[in-house]
Nanobody, 116 residues
């Protein structure tokens, strides 16, 4: 079992940056590939980015490629999402999960609002 807690969201102006963190506890974190997902009001959840268990492989949704960077620190049982050049359409609740995601691992998420 893995428990995941997201943090780092907030209100930011268009063009700004935020860094999201996901702290994991429970089973060995480094056993898992990890990913970030997001869900905007009235929309389906969508994949944002993923990273392999050793950090060597990453994958991004086309909508965030070149602006977002996923990373992890297995020593700290954490995964991060650096978000730059934020746009209003990035407004959503952001969640981390394993890759592929497991229903039982969804946390509370962290809200990101991009607005002037």
């Amino acid at each position: 079992q893995v428990q995941l807690v997201e943090s780092g969201g907030g209100l930011v102006q268009p063009g700004g940056s935020l860094r999201l963190s996901c702290a994991a506890s429970g089973r060995t974190f480094s056993d898992y590939g990890m990913a970030w997902f997001r869900q905007a009001p009235g929309k389906e959840p969508e994949f944002v980015a993923s990273i392999s268990w050793d950090g060597r492989g990453t994958n991004y949704a086309d909508s965030v490629k070149g602006r977002f960077t996923i990373s992890r620190d297995n020593a700290k049982n954490s995964v991060y999402l650096q978000m730059n050049s934020l746009k209003p359409e990035d407004t959503a609740s952001y969640y981390c999960n394993t890759s592929p995601p497991r229903v039982e691992y969804w946390g509370q998420g962290t809200q990101v609002t991009v607005s002037s």
